[in-house]
């Protein structure tokens, strides 16, 4: 069973960074591709960023580009986001996902790690 769990959520003033990690298990990765949501209170979850576990295929959103870096480290089977020069609005529930390459739908969810961003 695929079990993935993130840390290093927390609070922070607006312009400080965060590292969030997200440790899996239960499979072999090397064919999955994994992504960062959030989620901000009365808003829709939205994709934050994603990358291929061989690092190959980063993709981020417009909202966080040239702030947020996506990596990996397969020997660790661990996923980072590196959050820089965060915003207010960068306060939300991050939830780390993955899914095979063959499919277009994350069907695997760790419980979320939640970021909250002071002004």
């Known amino acids: 069973q695929v079990q993935l769990v993130e840390s290093g959520g927390g609070l922070v003033q607006a312009g400080g960074s965060l590292k969030l990690s997200c440790a899996a298990s239960?499979?072999?990765?090397?064919?999955?591709?994994m992504a960062w949501f959030r989620q901000a209170p009365g808003k829709e979850r939205e994709l934050v960023s994603a990358?291929?576990?061989?690092?190959?295929?980063?993709y981020y959103a417009n909202s966080v580009k040239d702030r947020f870096t996506i990596s990996t480290d397969n020997a660790k089977n661990t996923v980072y986001l590196q959050m820089d020069s965060l915003k207010p609005e960068d306060t939300a529930v991050y939830y780390c996902a993955t899914r095979s390459l063959s499919t277009s739908v994350y069907n695997f969810w760790g419980q979320g790690t939640q970021v909250t961003v002071s002004s």
């Open positions: 239960g499979r072999t990765f090397s064919n999955y591709r």
């Open positions: 990358i291929n576990w061989s690092g190959e295929l980063s």
